[in-house]
């Protein structure tokens, strides 16, 4: 990805809606990567952004990020591409954006492209031949350029690892009840976490053994406040909502 050509997102009305429903649903995107980062063997061949970026006075630039964290309130990595003309920014810089900046945003499983709605765009606009060609030299199944994939089948209802994950939790907990009530040095206990990627299941365990919704995090969030602005609406009723 650090050398693909940098993409720029056209003011047009498909790309523009192509990039608010990449912000729309970017909580699955982080739902994928929250899990991504607790597989002993990973899972993602790809995961990251896109955002624009741009010196005073001049154009924009349509880069991707990779090493993605978020925070609840800013998404955090690392610029992938090289930049064409800009000079406040270069390849491996480290960058932080809020969601609402955020243009697009991708992850790849087996070689399946979930999310890439610009790419889409694109594509769309693409005679078959170069779609092929376009694809190709990603290496990746985008699939229709007219619909979207935003997970697999087997997250339709949550992300199968919550469930999967549920005996570990429990025998992690058994033998470190403390653990419940730490924090990081964000300030993020096991619920912030588990909230902000809509674990439902966990989220209800952590709450059964007395978890509280109501701590801030360093931000000032709550595991509530984190779910509510997800939209994980399963979660929010747990939490109290």
Same mark, same amino acid.
């Given at each position: ?5 940098? &993409? ?12 608010? @429903?990449? @912000?729309?649903?970017?909580?699955? &995107?982080? @739902?994928?990567? %929250?899990?991504?980062?607790? @597989? ?35 998404? %955090? ?26 243009? *697009? ?38 699939? *229709? ?5 935003? &997970?697999?089948?087997?997250?339709? *209802? ?15 907990? *058994? ?16 619920? %912030? ?5 809509? +674990? ?22 709550? +595991? ?18």
């Amino acid at each position: 990805m650090a050398d693909s050509p940098v &993409f720029y997102a056209g003011l047009d009305e498909a790309m523009q809606a192509a990039m608010a @429903r990449a @912000r729309e649903t970017f909580p699955y &995107f982080w @739902r994928e990567l %929250h899990w991504e980062q607790r @597989r002993i063997v990973p899972g993602l061949g790809l995961a990251a952004i896109k955002a624009p970026f741009s010196d005073e006075g001049e154009d924009v630039e349509q880069m991707w990020v990779g090493d993605v964290f978020f925070d609840g309130r800013e998404v %955090h990595g690392t610029l992938m591409n090289e930049p064409n003309a800009l000079r406040s920014v270069a390849q491996g810089d480290p960058v932080s954006l809020p969601v609402r900046e955020i243009s *697009d945003w991708i992850y790849t499983l087996e070689g399946i492209a979930y999310g890439a709605f610009t790419v889409n765009a694109m594509r769309a606009t693409m005679s078959p031949a170069d779609r092929d060609a376009h694809d190709a030299a990603w290496g990746l199944d985008f699939g *229709d350029p007219a619909g979207e994939r935003l &997970f697999p089948a087997s997250a339709a *209802d949550g992300h199968p690892m919550a469930a999967n994950m549920l005996p570990s939790l429990q025998a992690y907990l *058994d033998g470190a009840p403390d653990a419940v009530s730490q924090a990081d040095d964000l300030g993020f206990t096991l619920l %912030h976490s588990m909230a902000l990627g809509g +674990a439902t299941p966990l989220v209800r365990e952590l709450l059964a053994r007395g978890a509280d919704p109501t701590v801030p995090n360093a931000l000032g969030d709550s +595991a509530l406040d984190l779910a509510r602005a997800m939209g994980w609406s399963d979660c929010v009723a747990l939490l109290g909502g």
